[in-house]
């Protein structure tokens, strides 16, 4: 049984959302606070977290920057704010998710039932052997989703390793941003492509032995990313 974190101050509406859940056999716990979600996400083993962007101690953008750093599980952000600066900022952070406010508890059911078949999908250990790329030092298991440089293993939030694989499977082909960001966040760009540059610059930070003089990941100016082979 697959087990959900809803952090949401609104008593009722995570009461809504649990009881919705809990009839499609999830098991789900709340927590109404930011800073008590984050430690409950941090230290227990969830499938799965809905998380509102307003909240008392830690916003949910915060949250989910520091889940990120060190989970892959599904992200759902759930806010009240239509702005599009605040989808693209929540998935910037690494949400796979946004969903605005007032929502029917149905839609929400089925969203949270197709990320958890995606995500079972992408680290199932049903294949009979895994898949690797290998380009010069760097290692991408795309079955368990770990990456290694040299040897060593390198943390990859969710969209960076998309990332990183899209290109390292495409070398030497230049990608525009808009191209990345419908590839990989499987969205129109809608006007702002910043997030894109965020997440080539901390991946850069992870495979480059000097991130002024890039050797994998190129820089077209005016153009936009090349994985070099």
């Known amino acids: 049984m697959s087990r959900i974190l809803i952090v949401e101050d609104e008593e009722d509406i995570a009461n809504l959302e649990k009881d919705y859940l809990e009839l ?21 083993d969830f499938d799965l977290v809905i998380l509102d962007l ?16 060190k989970k892959n599980i599904p992200i759902l952000m759930v806010s009240a704010k239509k ?6 900022r929540g998935l910037g952070l690494g949400a796979d998710d946004y969903i605005t406010k007032p929502f029917s508890p149905s839609e929400l059911v089925a969203r949270v039932k197709a990320h958890l078949a995606r ?10 052997e895994n898949e690797i ?22 943390n990859f939030t969710t969209k960076e390793f998309d990332l990183l694989t899209f290109l390292a499977q495409n ?5 525009t941003k808009e191209e990345l960001f419908r590839k990989i966040w499987d969205m129109e760009s809608i006007g702002d492509i910043a997030t894109v540059t965020v997440h080539i610059k901390k991946i850069r930070e992870k495979i480059e032995f000097n991130t ?7 820089t077209i100016w005016g153009v ?6």
């Open 83 to 88: 702005d599009d600066i605040d989808k693209i």
């Open 212 to 218: 002024a003089k890039p050797q994998y990941i190129e």
């Open 133 to 154: 790329v290998e380009i010069r030092g760097i290692k991408i298991d795309k079955t368990a989703r770990r990456v290694w440089v040299n040897g060593e293993e390198k």
């Open 24 to 44: 499609s056999d999830f098991q789900v716990e709340i927590e109404n606070r930011g800073d008590q979600g984050l430690k409950k996400a941090l230290q227990e």
């Open 119 to 128: 995500y079972e999908r992408l680290v199932g250990s049903g294949m009979p």
């Open 224 to 229: 936009g990313y090349r994985f070099k082979v």
């Open 171 to 175: 070398p030497n082909h230049v990608f």
């Open 54 to 69: 307003m909240l008392p101690g830690i916003d949910g953008f915060e949250i989910c920057r520091e889940i990120r750093e």
